[in-house]
């Protein structure tokens, strides 16, 4: 392991923050501000250089936007807690922040491309094109399970959340990642335990991460309700999916009824891939929301 390189970036980010709803929020920025925009959202216990593969693959100039979103990354920690309805409202600030007046695409992975889905049905208007990687709308809850999140929310909310486990080395959180991703090649796993963690005052080192993530949403998921939002959406839709596409395809009805709410929406799949297919093939990624993008 102490032979092997962390990634190194061929494309350089600039950072700067946002003053969002009393929390200040951390943006990346890769590419001429002048070239075409757009904006990508990272999912859940992530952050916004997720996305450092796929920018370097790009072939063509951009300009990507990638937010932390609040609580994660650099960005601040809100003390009363998240809601999905929050996330809506931060983007809806974050395209007012970098394309005042102006529809813009969004892209977004997993929870990232699902708030970009529903708020793209809210405020069709905002957004020119929409990309979602391996995001096919929010699961149906399930209401015999609402008493027992809710007392989970409680409980974490009076005696706190779980502490985020420190590590001593970030070779240690790389294996971490690659225990989850398999596919993920070591200098990437380094690249992002440099970028999604920060020190402690003791020396060790956590994810950066609020645990209060950990909590359940208090407001359960309704798919009738998702569906409503899909069905306002004016923008061309591109749905990339990785391998976990069968859990869809195993429900009635599976992927095509889903992409029936949708007007006009594109339909692929990167191979071989896991949840974060944009870790694992981010070349072929880049190449399939590019194509898409200069349609």
Same mark, same amino acid.
């Given at each position: 392991?102490?032979?092997?390189?962390?990634?190194?970036?061929?494309?350089?980010?600039?950072?700067?923050?946002?003053?969002?709803?009393?929390?200040?929020?951390?943006?990346?920025?890769?590419?001429?501000?002048?070239?075409?925009?757009?904006?990508?959202?990272?999912?859940?216990?992530?952050?916004?250089?997720?996305?450092?593969?796929?920018?370097?693959? =790009?072939?063509?100039?951009?300009?990507?936007?990638?937010?932390?979103?609040?609580?994660?990354?650099?960005?601040?920690?809100?003390?009363?807690?998240?809601?999905?309805?929050?996330?809506?409202?931060?983007?809806?600030?974050?395209?007012?922040?970098?394309?005042?007046?102006?529809?813009?695409?969004?892209?977004?992975?997993?929870?990232?491309?699902?708030?970009?889905?529903?708020?793209?049905?809210?405020?069709?208007?905002?957004?020119?094109?929409?990309?979602?990687?391996?995001?096919?709308?929010?699961?149906?809850?399930?209401?015999?399970?609402?008493?027992?999140?809710?007392?989970?929310?409680?409980?974490?909310?009076?005696?706190?959340?779980?502490?985020?486990?420190?590590?001593?080395?970030?070779?240690?959180?790389?294996?971490?990642?690659?225990?989850?991703?398999?596919?993920?090649?070591?200098?990437?796993?380094? =690249?992002?335990?440099?970028?999604?963690?920060?020190?402690?005052?003791?020396?060790?080192?956590?994810?950066? =991460?609020?645990?209060?993530?950990?909590?359940? =949403?208090?407001?359960?998921?309704?798919?009738?309700?998702?569906?409503?939002?899909?069905?306002?959406?004016?923008?061309?839709?591109?749905?990339?999916?990785?391998?976990?596409?069968?859990?869809?395809?195993?429900?009635?009805?599976?992927?095509?009824?889903?992409?029936?709410?949708?007007?006009?929406?594109?339909?692929?799949?990167?191979?071989?891939?896991?949840?974060?297919?944009?870790?694992?093939?981010?070349?072929?990624?880049?190449?399939?929301?590019?194509?898409?993008?200069?349609?």
């Amino acid at each position: 392991m102490a032979d092997v390189a962390v990634y190194a970036p061929r494309k350089i980010a600039r950072s700067e923050f946002i003053e969002m709803r009393g929390l200040k929020c951390h943006v990346r920025r890769w590419g001429p501000c002048d070239a075409p925009p757009i904006v990508l959202l990272h999912g859940s216990r992530d952050c916004s250089a997720t996305f450092q593969f796929i920018v370097d693959e =790009f072939s063509g100039d951009h300009h990507f936007i990638a937010p932390d979103w609040r609580g994660y990354g650099r960005s601040d920690w809100n003390p009363q807690g998240y809601w999905f309805q929050d996330y809506l409202a931060d983007l809806d600030l974050i395209l007012d922040a970098v394309s005042p007046g102006a529809a813009i695409p969004v892209a977004g992975h997993s929870l990232g491309g699902q708030v970009a889905g529903v708020y793209a049905g809210v405020r069709p208007q905002r957004v020119s094109k929409l990309i979602a990687l391996d995001a096919f709308g929010l699961a149906d809850s399930d209401p015999d399970e609402t008493p027992d999140n809710l007392g989970k929310w409680i409980k974490i909310w009076r005696e706190g959340p779980e502490p985020s486990r420190p590590y001593e080395t970030l070779g240690q959180m790389a294996e971490r990642l690659r225990q989850t991703n398999p596919r993920l090649t070591m200098d990437k796993a380094l =690249f992002l335990a440099a970028e999604s963690s920060s020190l402690r005052a003791d020396g060790l080192i956590e994810w950066a =991460f609020d645990p209060l993530h950990r909590a359940p =949403f208090a407001v359960s998921h309704r798919k009738a309700e998702w569906a409503a939002c899909m069905q306002r959406i004016e923008a061309p839709t591109l749905w990339l999916a990785s391998d976990r596409i069968s859990r869809i395809d195993s429900e009635p009805g599976g992927l095509a009824a889903r992409a029936a709410l949708l007007k006009n929406v594109v339909c692929d799949k990167v191979p071989d891939t896991s949840h974060n297919l944009h870790h694992d093939r981010p070349a072929e990624v880049a190449r399939i929301m590019e194509s898409f993008l200069a349609r």
